[in-house]
């Protein structure tokens, strides 16, 4: 299939040597680069406070691809082509006259300009101010920034306030990188392009849904930042949020970034807020011990490096979710996230209901669908088949039917999720980006937890690392009936 050209944009890296710029954006550019996905025309600027050669600078971006992009991936031509894209500027970005610089270096340019802040949310403001005085900016100019918006409802209003009075709505791509996953973009063609199963997706026909998304990794020195967010903030606020939305919304009317995030939003806004008694019972927050991941001995959260003793930061929550509107009202959505577990995984379990009558003997299980987000993506629905041999009689077993991704299209390299993302926003469409009013509707939800867990003095529970999460986490689910699907 021809590949579509993207148009051709000027991108000014703000934070070019931190850690995601060299971990994940300049080895995403590069992989767009080798798809052929990079406009010939498209540059690249590199803005950090260090001085810096531009040769200097390639050869520090030529490092972190030898070191982020798999040997069978990287191409000498290549390389060398994406190398001779990338200036580097060494800018004070508290200092409004050296963007002097940035409008020297668009002298002559007439294509868009995209500002990727790569930098502290703190910071996204003064900047956006400083490229808009010093003459930087027109109506084609892009703006992408980097979760966390804010810290609460309130913070982040102040953040998009401030980004939102240089750039319009149109104009600003809040990234949440769980988006940018294949699998999850894959939840639109299940439910959408598959009436076998879109057709189902309603109350009468599920009895609940499971959405968990587990982590082996701790802190990995990132106490400072995760001690003042926790798992609640870090996780569920956004990257499990955008997962359910993306389960429950209703069908929008097409692929435009409108209809789906206004279709996301109404779901946010029809989470039942859990306050009073249900606290104790509907939300389960846990903190890591010491344990083992993989045989390997761990310390736990508090025994971290850079760890206050005192601190009751969640690792892991898990939440028993109600929607209320039409299509979902009595199905529970049981959300969970944690760090430490016993294996990397991120997937949703359709748990379908069983037909009143049975004519076999024995109960018959429901079908269940389990779509694999990651790693191993794919989906299994499990169906009844009859057992086999003369002996078996009716009896029932539970067969599976299985898409695993990797086999079924082997031809498809599973981009990165920045990757997807950064294409998007050259090619400058939003519908994989999070609007303002998502964003505020999640904090919504969220600050009503977190305000209830302060008033009632509710504290994590410890549970060792590599298993999953505190014994309450079962027993919310076991006590409607339920069960966390194992993973196997
Ligand atoms: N790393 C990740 O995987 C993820 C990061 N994010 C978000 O992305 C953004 C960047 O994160 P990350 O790369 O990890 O952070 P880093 O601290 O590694 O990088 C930030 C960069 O910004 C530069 N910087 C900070 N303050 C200033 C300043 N006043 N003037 C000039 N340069 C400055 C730093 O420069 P210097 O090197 O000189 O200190 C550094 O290069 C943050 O908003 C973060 O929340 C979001 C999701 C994942
Ligand atoms: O945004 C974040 O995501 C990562 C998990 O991302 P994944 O793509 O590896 O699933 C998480 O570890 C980190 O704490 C959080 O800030």
Same mark, same amino acid.
């Given at each position: 299939?021809?590949?579509?050209?993207?148009?051709?944009?000027?991108?000014?890296?703000?934070?070019?040597? @931190?850690?995601?710029?060299?971990?994940?954006?300049?080895?995403?550019?590069?992989?767009?680069?080798?798809?052929?996905?990079?406009?010939?025309?498209?540059?690249?600027?590199?803005?950090?406070?260090?001085?810096?050669?531009?040769?200097?600078?390639?050869?520090?971006?030529?490092?972190?691809?030898?070191?982020?992009?798999?040997?069978?991936?990287?191409?000498?031509?290549?390389? #060398?082509?994406?190398?001779?894209?990338?200036?580097?500027?060494?800018?004070?970005?508290?200092?409004?006259?050296?963007?002097?610089?940035?409008?020297?270096?668009?002298?002559?340019?007439?294509?868009?300009?995209?500002?990727?802040?790569?930098?502290?949310?703190?910071?996204?403001?003064?900047?956006?101010?400083?490229?808009?005085?010093? @003459?930087?900016?027109?109506?084609?100019?892009?703006?992408?920034?980097?979760?966390?918006? @804010?810290?609460?409802?309130?913070?982040?209003?102040?953040?998009?306030?401030?980004?939102?009075?240089?750039?319009?709505?149109?104009?600003?791509?809040?990234?949440?990188?769980?988006?940018?996953?294949?699998?999850?973009?894959?939840?639109?063609?299940?439910?959408?392009?598959?009436?076998?199963?879109?057709?189902?997706?309603?109350?009468?026909?599920?009895?609940?849904?499971?959405?968990?998304?587990?982590?082996?990794?701790?802190?990995?020195?990132?106490?400072?930042?995760?001690?003042?967010?926790?798992?609640?903030?870090?996780?569920?606020?956004?990257?499990?949020?955008?997962?359910?939305?993306?389960?429950?919304?209703?069908?929008?009317?097409?692929?435009?970034?409108?209809?789906?995030?206004?279709?996301?939003?109404?779901?946010?806004?029809?989470?039942?807020?859990?306050?009073?008694?249900?606290?104790?019972?509907?939300?389960?927050?846990?903190?890591?011990?010491?344990?083992?991941?993989?045989?390997?001995?761990?310390?736990?959260?508090?025994?971290?490096?850079?760890?206050?003793?005192?601190?009751?930061?969640?690792?892991?929550?898990?939440?028993?979710?109600?929607?209320?509107?039409?299509?979902?009202?009595?199905?529970?959505?049981?959300?969970?996230?944690?760090?430490?577990?016993?294996?990397?995984?991120?997937?949703?379990?359709?748990?379908?209901?069983?037909?009143?009558?049975?004519?076999?003997?024995?109960?018959?299980?429901?079908?269940?669908?389990?779509?694999?987000?990651?790693?191993?993506?794919?989906?299994?629905?499990?169906?009844?088949?009859?057992?086999?041999?003369?002996?078996?009689?009716?009896?029932?077993?539970?067969?599976?039917?299985?898409?695993?991704?990797?086999?079924?299209?082997?031809?498809?390299?599973?981009?990165?999720?920045?990757?997807?993302?950064?294409?998007?926003?050259?090619?400058?469409?939003?519908?994989?980006?999070?609007?303002?009013?998502?964003?505020?509707?999640?904090?919504?939800?969220?600050?009503?937890?977190?305000?209830? $867990?302060?008033?009632?003095?509710? #504290?994590?529970?410890?549970?060792?690392? @590599?298993?999953?999460?505190?014994?309450?986490?079962?027993?919310?689910?076991?006590?409607?009936?339920?069960?966390?699907?194992? $993973?196997?």
């Amino acid at each position: 299939m021809a590949v579509e050209q993207t148009p051709a944009v000027d991108i000014a890296l703000f934070g070019a040597l @931190g850690d995601l710029a060299l971990r994940k954006l300049f080895p995403a550019l590069y992989h767009l680069d080798r798809e052929g996905l990079l406009n010939e025309g498209t540059r690249i600027a590199g803005l950090a406070r260090h001085e810096m050669s531009a040769e200097e600078f390639r050869n520090t971006v030529a490092a972190a691809l030898e070191k982020r992009v798999k040997a069978d991936e990287r191409e000498e031509s290549v390389i #060398k082509r994406f190398l001779a894209r990338i200036d580097s500027i060494r800018l004070d970005f508290m200092n409004v006259e050296s963007y002097a610089q940035i409008v020297e270096w668009r002298k002559g340019r007439t294509v868009p300009l995209v500002v990727y802040m790569s930098v502290p949310a703190s910071l996204f403001g003064t900047i956006s101010q400083h490229l808009q005085t010093a @003459g930087c900016l027109d109506d084609t100019s892009r703006i992408v920034v980097e979760k966390p918006i @804010g810290y609460d409802l309130k913070t982040s209003i102040e953040l998009n306030d401030s980004i939102g009075s240089v750039f319009d709505e149109t104009g600003i791509y809040r990234i949440d990188h769980y988006l940018g996953k294949d699998t999850v973009q894959n939840l639109l063609a299940l439910r959408f392009a598959n009436p076998i199963f879109g057709n189902q997706w309603n109350r009468d026909n599920i009895s609940y849904v499971e959405i968990t998304v587990a982590e082996t990794v701790g802190i990995e020195g990132r106490w400072g930042y995760f001690d003042g967010a926790g798992q609640l903030r870090d996780m569920l606020q956004n990257h499990v949020m955008q997962v359910l939305c993306m389960t429950a919304m209703e069908p929008p009317a097409s692929l435009d970034a409108d209809s789906i995030r206004a279709e996301k939003v109404k779901v946010l806004k029809a989470l039942r807020p859990i306050t009073g008694d249900a606290l104790r019972t509907n939300v389960i927050r846990g903190q890591y011990a010491a344990g083992q991941i993989d045989g390997q001995a761990v310390p736990g959260y508090l025994e971290e490096e850079g760890a206050n003793t005192a601190s009751s930061t969640e690792t892991f929550v898990a939440i028993k979710a109600e929607i209320d509107n039409w299509r979902w009202k009595g199905v529970p959505f049981y959300l969970r996230s944690g760090k430490r577990m016993p294996r990397k995984e991120t997937q949703i379990v359709i748990h379908f209901r069983q037909q009143e009558h049975n004519i076999f003997p024995g109960a018959a299980a429901g079908n269940k669908l389990v779509i694999r987000l990651q790693p191993d993506e794919g989906l299994t629905l499990e169906v009844q088949a009859k057992d086999g041999g003369l002996n078996a009689g009716e009896n029932l077993v539970t067969g599976e039917m299985k898409l695993d991704f990797k086999t079924a299209f082997p031809q498809a390299r599973i981009p990165d999720a920045y990757e997807r993302l950064i294409l998007e926003v050259m090619r400058g469409r939003q519908y994989l980006f999070v609007r303002r009013d998502e964003v505020e509707a999640s904090w919504t939800w969220i600050d009503t937890l977190q305000d209830g $867990f302060a008033e009632q003095g509710l #504290k994590p529970e410890a549970y060792a690392a @590599g298993s999953w999460g505190p014994k309450s986490a079962n027993e919310m689910v076991t006590r409607d009936g339920n069960a966390w699907k194992e $993973f196997f």
